[in-house]
């Protein structure tokens, strides 16, 4: 049994819409000190069982508890001062500037006082962790896409919540850049804090990731340690392509390979066949 305090609990929870279950029976919980990532084919389910525990969506059955309390029953409001959340697409067209969009990340604090210089800096010092500081008097539109995912990401961190929920964090970065977002989420959680994170990449979640969450089809196939969980089989059915898993030549991490269409296996020999 694990001696960690669980800050974010799910319990057999479901969704569905028009019909359709977009999420059935779905348990897990998310425990201080740890990373959590979601991987997946697309419509697997993995932003909708985000949006469930964020709160965005109200689950058609199951329970989601936060920081110990039913989640139905707090505010908005409480909800934000507890957990932070970077969703997959935010439209954000008006030309604030960067740390105006970051100082939006104190939003959950400001009803108890108004803005203070406390704000800027907790602003100004998320914005140098993702290497946004430069841009701080720029309009965002202005920015790259890559860019306006960092700024975004510092608005997340500025909120200063022991949770972060982030939905493809690392989709619109380059390498460098999709490395530190995911060091940031590491030391949050080396610091007693959580990260729940949706991920294409599987390598990047069996880099970072304390536990590795497998969605197919709107259930979770599978959950738990990167090599316990990234197995060939497993995600050859998921994803329906041909993979191979060996060990990472530089860290104890599993590496996972896909391989093109027409790619024989023979021992550790892989042959394509050009058509």
């Given amino acids: ?31 201080a000190g ?7 084919p697309n419509g697997a389910g993995k932003s909708t069982l985000l949006s469930l525990l964020a709160g965005d969506l109200t689950p058609c059955n199951g329970i989601i508890q936060l920081c110990g309390k039913p989640l139905h ?20 067209t008006l030309p604030f500037t960067v740390l105006e ?19 800027r800096i907790i602003a100004q010092e998320a914005l140098a962790r993702t290497e946004t500081a430069l841009f701080a008097d720029r309009p965002l539109p202005t920015l790259s896409g890559g860019e306006q995912a960092r ?23 380059d390498l460098r850049h999709q490395h530190r977002v995911l060091r940031l989420t590491r030391q949050l959680a080396d610091q ?13 979640a069996a880099l970072y990731a304390d536990r590795v969450g497998v969605m197919h089809q709107g259930c979770l196939r599978a959950i738990g340690k990167p090599w316990d969980v990234l197995r060939a089989d497993l995600l050859s059915d998921v994803y ?22 027409g790619t024989e ?3 550790y020999t892989y042959v394509v066949e050009v058509r």
Avoid: F, K
């Avoid at 974010?8 to 919980?29: K, N, P």
């Avoid at 029953?73 to 954000?92: F, I, K, N, T």
């Fill in 73 to 92: 029953q707090m505010s908005a409001l409480a909800q934000a001062q507890r957990r932070a959340v970077l969703r997959q697409q935010v439209a954000l």
């Fill in 240 to 261: 329906g392509v041909s993979i191979i898993v060996q060990p990472h030549p530089q860290v104890a991490a599993p590496l996972v390979l896909s391989l093109p269409e």
């Fill in 192 to 204: 007693g804090g959580a990260a729940l994170i949706v991920l294409h990449d599987v390598n990047l």
């Fill in 34 to 40: 740890e990373v959590v990532a979601l991987v997946g």
């Fill in 1 to 31: 049994m694990s001696l960690l305090m669980e800050l974010l609990v799910a319990q057999d929870i479901g969704y569905h819409i028009d019909g359709r279950w977009l999420l059935r029976e779905v348990s897990l919980s998310l425990s």
């Fill in 101 to 119: 969009v970051a100082l939006m990340g104190r939003a959950p604090y400001l009803h108890r006082r108004a803005e203070c210089e406390e704000d």
């Fill in 265 to 267: 296996r023979s021992g």
């Fill in 151 to 173: 700024v975004h990401m510092a608005r997340v961190l500025a909120q200063t919540t022991p949770i972060l929920l982030l939905d493809e964090p690392t989709a619109a970065l």
